[in-house]
């Protein structure tokens, strides 16, 4: 079986923080980019950062140019777990987020994030919501 779930997100003040989790099952987990997208209502899907789980300690990670220092991503690979931490919310940030896998390392390839048909495998999403 493969999955991916997305959990943290919910409702916050402008200015408050949240931490998004993805687990994931461990056969997709290893030697993988995984990856942040969120998606505003209206507008496309778009990448937030990404990293590759084939290395110990932090791995290399990606941020999207969009994406201006707020956010923060993690892995941890015994837990097969990868993080988002964000910070600063603002109601931009609105959106569902979704965590998504790849099969060819796409991130590493490239240096960057890649795209969204970069990916193969999505999480269901966790909605967050900023109010102002």
């Known amino acids: 079986q493969v999955w991916l779930v997305e959990s943290g997100g919910g409702s916050v003040q402008a200015g408050g923080s949240l931490r998004l989790s993805c687990e994931a099952s461990g056969d997709i987990y290893s030697k993988r980019c995984m990856a942040w997208f969120r998606q505003a209502p209206g507008k496309e899907r778009e990448a937030v950062a990404a990293i590759y789980t084939g290395y110990t300690g932090g791995g290399p990670t990606y941020y999207a140019d969009s994406m201006e220092g707020r956010f923060t991503l993690s892995k941890d690979n015994a837990k097969s777990m990868m993080y988002l931490q964000i910070s600063g919310l603002q109601p931009e940030d609105t959106g569902m987020y979704y965590c998504?896998?790849?099969?060819?390392?796409?991130?590493?390839?490239?240096?960057?994030?890649?795209?969204?048909?970069?990916?193969?495998?999505w999480g269901r999403g966790t909605q967050v919501t900023v109010s102002s």
């Open positions: 998504a896998a790849d099969l060819t390392s796409s991130c590493l390839k490239y240096g960057a994030t890649g795209r969204r048909i970069d990916y193969n495998y």
